[in-house]
């Protein structure tokens, strides 16, 4: 049977003012996190789909309509692409009401009509009782929600959130992160989230696309992203510390320092070849003394740092030093403070080897 | 009371603020966010009026009006007659002394209108006009009836620019401040208090309106 076409399907292309090089296809019903340091396109790529930015080359398709594609002189205005777009504080429209912001994007249906989605869909954000309210009556969260549902009273075709969360505090977040969620499963349309935020993007994500200098640098489920990234800069830029340099030694073994690490994947790499080896907290465990297995090490807890329910252990082996998370209150059972030596095991189907470009 | 002096004043302040208003607001949309080439100096030229004596501005616009210059020959060919000493002569001298309170108030409130929230009606489907009636108007009011304000009250008081075109002739170019000038030339403090007076009342009286009209529109509801 023949794969669905991507519902939203961008290839962008320029060497300045800001450089860009980006190809990205979205299913619908499929929620694509663009993550990245500032600058690294994010949001001009948002905006080259809403029809605000014009790229110097590049085609955008949502379905079988072309939105853009300069080499066929093809450039559909903003209004013309039904596009849901929340910008990053929202733009509200600060004169009108709650309603008249979501009624306005509807002009082109009857007025009753108009008012009646206008108030289902402020219903729909949990706002309904608040439809009299001017932005500046209304709190962050509820603003957001005010202009999710504008976004989404075209029926658009893309829905596009730039940095949804980012002017909630954290309180407000969750709850909204859970109706964002919702929403998602409800909708059948595509939908591109830009955030800086890694634990939003892995958990409101189905797939990530991490972008630095207007380049992909990898796309992928949240979980490849984080255990396997293609390069340092991905791993760095989803938060990983434990990035080791090592050595291939054969088709299953690499040396970290003076310990053999023995791995399922070398991700191409031949023996020899000077490697960075990711152990993401996910391989690693502690073990009682005595335990059996492979990647089975000795360390010491050179610091101990709890954070709430779980604690942050830096442990130090022969020149090599991993960071971990145990639940506090393993923590606690185990007795762990810093001096103290524990076994600890590396489970080879979670090393991950980065080869150095 | 001069009543006819009275009169024309108020024909052209009204006739002042009804043609300019448009074009300021064009003209200060365009310097908000347009790409205007030597915006600087654009700038500089419409606040020229405000800073330039209106004698000197006077002198000028009276030898660019005569029958002697092109411009004032074009304008004659226009109007059926030179615009000098002329209610038209006064009218467009008025409108160009008056283009810095018009346009100054308005592209400030223009520019204050976040570049998001034209992007946000774009998107939301609304046309360039549709978003300029419906979102840019409404959130430029203050500045429009600052501009309207202005624009009005400077005129009822303006006199060196208006003499220097139009002279003291009744019932054509004799506004009240020239009237009142005349008065007391002629030492009639009798009648130049009277005038002035009336003045002072109209202008307060007009700015209250103005400002009243700002407030209301500014907190009602926009329905859509």
């Known amino acids: ?357 | 009371m001069d009543w006819p002096a009275f009169s024309l004043t108020l024909q052209l302040a009204v006739w002042t603020v009804v043609l300019l208003l448009p074009c300021a607001v064009m003209i200060a949309r365009l310097l908000a966010w347009g790409r205007v080439p030597m915006k600087g100096a654009v700038e500089a030229l419409i606040m020229l009026p405000l800073v330039l004596p209106p004698t000197v501005l006077g002198f000028y616009l009276l030898v660019a009006f005569s029958p002697q210059s092109e411009l004032g020959r074009m304008l004659a060919a226009i109007f059926g007659h030179a615009p000098v000493f002329s209610f038209t002569g006064i009218l467009l001298a008025s409108l160009i002394v008056n283009l810095p309170f018009a346009v100054q108030p308005i592209q400030r409130a223009f520019e204050a209108i976040p570049r998001n929230v034209r992007e946000a009606a774009f998107v939301s489907g609304l046309s360039r006009w549709q978003t300029m009636r419906r979102i840019e108007l409404p959130l430029a009011w203050p500045g429009i009836v600052s501009a309207i304000a202005l624009t009005f009250a400077h005129t009822l008081g303006e006199f060196g620019v208006i003499l220097m075109i139009g002279g003291s002739i009744p019932g054509e170019t004799r506004v009240l401040s020239i009237a009142i000038y005349d008065r007391v030339q002629a030492f009639d403090i009798a009648g130049a208090s009277v005038m002035s007076a009336v003045l002072l009342g109209f202008s307060l009286f007009a700015i209250a309106i103005v400002h009243t009209l700002a407030r209301r529109k500014g907190t009602a509801s926009h329905g859509i």
Not at chain 1, 122 to 142: F, T, Y
Not at chain 1, 146 to 162: E, F, M, Q, S
Not at chain 1, 243 to 258: F, M, T
Request: proline share 6%; net charge neutral; glycine share 8%.
């Open chain 1, 1 to 357: 049977m023949a794969s669905e076409p991507p519902a939203l399907s961008l290839a962008l292309s320029q060497g300045a003012p800001i450089p860009l090089h980006v190809s990205l296809s979205v299913r619908r019903g499929e929620l694509l996190a663009l993550i990245g340091p500032s600058g690294s396109g994010k949001t001009t790529v948002l905006r080259s789909v809403a029809g605000l930015y014009r790229p110097a080359g590049g085609r955008i398709t949502a379905g079988r309509e072309t939105w853009l594609d300069t080499d066929a002189g093809i450039d559909l205005a903003p209004q013309a692409r039904r596009v849901g777009l929340v910008f990053q504080d929202y733009a509200l429209f600060p004169h009108l009401t709650a309603l008249d912001n979501v009624r306005l994007a509807m002009l082109g249906e009857r007025d009753e009509e108009r008012t009646r989605r206008a108030k289902e869909l402020l219903a729909r954000v949990h706002l309904a009782g608040l439809e009299a309210r001017r932005p500046d009556q209304l709190s962050g969260g509820e603003r957001q929600r005010v202009a999710l549902a504008r976004a989404l009273a075209r029926d658009p075709k893309v829905l596009l959130l730039d940095e949804p969360f980012s002017a909630v505090d954290r309180m407000t977040r969750e709850p909204l992160k859970e109706e964002l969620a919702a929403l998602h499963r409800a909708l059948d349309i595509p939908i591109v989230l830009v955030t800086h935020d890694l634990e939003e993007a892995q958990s409101l994500a189905d797939r990530i696309c991490v972008l630095e200098r207007g380049r992909v640098l990898q796309t992928g489920t949240p979980e490849d992203i984080r255990l396997r990234p293609a390069a340092l800069g991905v791993a760095r830029l989803m938060g990983q510390t434990n990035l080791i340099p090592a050595v291939v030694l054969d088709q299953s073994h690499i040396r970290c320092g003076s310990h053999v690490v023995a791995v399922r994947q070398l991700d191409g790499a031949r023996p020899g070849d000077e490697v960075t080896a990711l152990l993401p907290a996910d391989c690693i465990s502690l073990v009682d003394a005595g335990g059996e297995g492979p990647n089975l090490l000795r360390s010491t807890i050179s610091a101990l740092q709890p954070l709430g329910d779980v604690t942050a252990l830096t442990l130090d082996f022969d020149a090599m030093r991993l960071r971990l998370k145990v639940p506090t209150r393993e923590a606690a059972v185990r007795a762990l403070r810093p001096g103290l030596t524990v076994d600890v095991a590396l489970d080879p189907a979670f090393v991950h080897v980065i080869r150095r470009s």
